[in-house]
T-cell receptor, first 114, second 117 residues
Framework: GENVEQHPSTLSVQEGDSAVIKCTYSDSASNYFPWYKQELGKRPQLIIDIRSNVGEKKDQRIAVTLNKTAKHFSLHITETQPEDSAVYFCAAYPSFLGNEKLTFGTGTRLTIIP | GAGVSQSPSNKVTEKGKDVELRCDPISGHTALYWYRQSLGQGLEFLIYFQGNSAPDKSGLPSDRFSAERTGGSVSTLTIQRTQQEDSAVYLC???????????????FGPGTRLTVT
């Protein structure tokens, strides 16, 4: 089955700086890669996703890049703000019916230092 | 429209008792997922349903855990003879299911915080 590794487990950055979180996956057939943000005491919420036919996707201050050859994808947050402090989870999704579940990474706790 | 709902929001139970956790998915979502999240930890997959069938039960920690889904909608997760290590937040999520990229996005419920004393 799919295995997703996520690094780093914790990350502290100065407000205004950029943050990068990286994930690798094992199943070359995976074709969808979402990122979820979970604020303290809240439910995970999708913030951005990327499909396997796209190399990069941006949405305001966040972007995701995908390298299918190397089987890794990354979340980039620019001009970080205190409200970006949260736990971020990456995930990978298989491309075939019968196993329609996301495999999540172990999470990155991002702290923005004012 | 209404999102995923879960009940109860909090449950305190004594060790050895049985508990039932409920999940109401978004209307029309055929896929439903249960996860467990211990304090400060990641999302531990338990089981997923496509319709009323459970193609993947591989994450259920022991035979004390079971889940069912009826009418392709509501799901219940049952934990028998609860143990202290079962204390965690139990999250439910649903998605459209099937093929096509819009079908993959999972929407999470608020979770049930279970405390076993």
């Amino acid at each position: 089955g799919e295995n997703v590794e996520q690094h780093p487990s914790t990350l502290s950055v100065q407000e205004g700086d950029s943050a990068v979180i990286k994930c690798t996956y094992s199943d070359s057939a995976s074709n969808y890669f979402p990122w979820y943000k979970q604020e303290l005491g809240k439910r995970p919420q999708l913030i951005i996703d990327i499909r396997s036919n796209v190399g990069e996707k941006k949405d305001q201050r966040i972007a995701v890049t995908l390298n299918k050859t190397a089987k890794h994808f990354s979340l980039h947050i620019t001009e970080t703000q205190p409200e970006d402090s949260a736990v971020y989870f990456c995930a990978a999704y298989p491309s075939f019916l019968g196993n329609e579940k996301l495999t999540f990474g172990t999470g990155t706790r991002l702290t923005i230092i004012p | 429209g209404a999102g995923v709902s879960q009940s109860p929001s909090n449950k305190v139970t004594e060790k050895g008792k049985d508990v039932e956790l409920r999940c109401d998915p978004i209307s029309g979502h055929t896929a439903l997922y249960w996860y467990r999240q211990s304090l400060g930890q990641g999302l531990e997959f338990l089981i997923y349903f496509q319709g009323n069938s459970a193609p993947d039960k591989s994450g259920l920690p022991s035979d004390r855990f079971s889940a069912e889904r009826t009418g392709g909608s509501v799901s219940t997760l049952t934990i028998q003879r609860t143990q202290q290590e079962d204390s965690a937040v139990y999250l439910c999520a649903s998605s459209l299911g099937g093929t096509g990229f819009p079908s993959y996005e999972q929407y999470f419920g608020p979770g049930t915080r279970l405390t076993v004393t």
